[in-house]
């Protein structure tokens, strides 16, 4: 007998199995002596008292459905596609076209997962950059060094459950299936990354790392393979594009060829950084919250006149991050590790930035964007890795900091009046939505917490447009996807329009 239960638990109830399974059997009136349960919905409810709610499948004859497997087929001697990028969105295309019965040959410009830790290890401590192996650049895509969530509001792509699934049979944790926002984590990542890379080769499909693609080969209109950094010529009947949203030679390619490309809004700000104990204490409305909880987190939007300010990838218990892909420029992100177990928790809290705020840019056309993207990383741009910061209680009265309290990027940061710097409408914008959300989550406006710019890097600013069969609308046989075509934002809803674009491959060709 199965059922099908909702139950709301304080944290010390939630994390005593005892308890739990007591709580479980009252509601469910199964004897806990014959009880199993799967828990298959986890939320954390911090309006007030922070309380748990659960839904949970019951059963008191050992039949709870388990996460099955996933079967992958031996491709080896199958039609082969190119798959540009090892990005979320590349893997998991690769992943699906595996078990479509097709080969995939993924070109990766940066190192596989354990070398491309050197690289960034040298970028933290403010030694030169490579740029084809960074925070952007190498297996993984920029999801591998950032915080690891699991969460979209996109639910038009498909199944968020196929992604996490994915990821539990790769050696996630199961509990990514059923919480509200999952999360993995940086160091969980990389091992998750080794055993994708293990299948798809066992499998047959093939990985070329450190080469990068830079021109197709065309048939006509149609692409038949691709050029590559180190000479080669590499063919295939289908090649899908997921090279991230910071390959600004990709978009520089399509620009000189007069391929089609557009123009995309993005947004731009800081990164945020509190103590965490604060963001602990404002969210859980304690002042000792139970060491029971997870470190908060927050997410907060504001709408002023004219465009949006929101906060977004928000990393409790995270570090700040260096996320340039080049020497001259300065970006930040933020990241974290499973535990999410550091003294400081960071934001990127953005202002939305149109086609409108381009004009001066127009000439370039659709690369207007990416062109205004690219100056204002140049105009933050200090010493190596240093970064601009300056405490938000200057920031809002228009200061510099003569001193600046502790923070987690590792490279180090400096005094700089972010007000004179970042462009007018966008500090003033800020200065509004930190207005609002310290009347939301009182305390947010502190001495204690810093602003360190740019983040820049939000999201694509070149959208690479596609027909509904996800071919480019000019290229036949190229599937642009993923964050740098700007049909997704972060590792799952990359990964579901990269499983997309492998099924209407396998459609095409009829596997």
Not at 57 to 76: A, E, Y
Not at 402 to 424: A, D, I
Request: proline share 4%; charged share 25%.
């Amino acid at each position: 007998m199965r059922k099908i239960i909702q139950i709301k638990l304080s944290p010390e109830e939630y994390n005593n199995k005892e308890l739990l399974k007591k709580e479980i059997a009252k509601t469910s009136g199964i004897d806990s002596r014959y009880l199993s349960f799967m828990i298959t919905k986890e939320s954390l409810d911090c309006r007030k008292m922070p309380e748990y709610n659960l839904s949970i499948v019951c059963s008191n004859n050992n039949d709870l459905p388990l996460i099955k497997p996933l079967p992958f087929l031996d491709v080896r001697n199958s039609s082969e596609v190119l798959v540009i990028g090892a990005g979320p969105c590349g893997l998991a295309a690769a992943l699906r076209l595996i078990q479509k019965g097709l080969k995939p040959i993924i070109i990766e410009r940066g190192k596989p997962v354990e070398e491309r830790k050197k690289d960034i290890a040298n970028i933290c401590r403010n030694k030169d950059i490579n740029e084809d192996s960074n925070f952007c650049f190498g297996e993984g895509g920029a999801g591998t060094f950032s915080d690891g969530k699991l969460y979209t509001r996109s639910t038009k792509k498909g199944n968020i459950e196929e992604i996490l699934s994915l990821l539990v049979h790769f050696g996630a944790d199961e509990k990514i299936v059923y919480q509200s926002h999952a999360h993995i984590g940086t160091d969980k990542l990389a091992l998750i990354l080794k055993n994708i890379r293990k299948t798809i080769e066992k499998c047959g499909g093939e990985y070329i790392f450190d080469t990068k693609v830079v021109d197709f080969i065309l048939n006509g209109n149609s692409v038949v393979g691709v050029k590559t950094s180190e000479g080669e010529e590499i063919y295939a009947d289908k090649t899908i594009l997921a090279t991230g949203h910071s390959a600004r030679d990709i978009y520089q390619l399509f620009y000189d060829n007069n391929w089609d490309i557009q123009a995309k809004p993005f947004a731009v700000g800081v990164r945020v950084e509190h103590p965490q104990m604060l963001i602990n204490q404002i969210q859980y409305h304690s002042q000792k919250p139970s060491l029971l909880l997870p470190p908060a987190n927050y997410s907060l939007t504001f709408n002023t006149k004219d465009r949006g300010v929101f906060s977004f990838c928000m990393c409790p218990g995270g570090i700040i991050v260096p996320s340039m892909d080049r020497e001259g420029i300065m970006s930040v992100n933020g990241m974290s590790n499973s535990l999410r177990s550091g003294e400081k928790g960071n934001a990127a809290v953005v202002v939305s930035v149109t086609e409108e705020d381009a004009e001066k840019y127009s000439h370039f056309g659709a690369l207007s964007l990416m062109k205004l993207q690219e100056d204002w990383e140049k105009l933050l741009y200090i010493n190596k890795q240093i970064a601009p910061a300056q405490r938000i209680t200057d920031f809002m009265e228009k200061r510099t900091s003569s001193t600046l309290c502790s923070c987690s990027y590792m490279p180090g940061v400096t005094s700089v009046n972010l007000r004179e710097k970042l462009p007018e409408f966008i500090s003033e914008n800020l200065a509004l939505g930190f207005e609002n959300f310290n009347r939301k989550m009182r305390g947010y406006i502190t001495e204690e917490a810093l602003l360190v710019g740019l983040e820049s890097r939000t999201s694509s600013p070149v959208r690479i447009p596609r027909q509904n069969d996800l071919q480019h609308t000019q290229l036949k046989n190229l599937y642009p996807c993923g964050e740098g075509a700007g049909y997704a934002g972060g590792i799952t809803s990359s990964a579901l329009d990269g499983i997309n674009t492998a099924n209407k491959i396998a459609e095409k060709l009829g596997v």
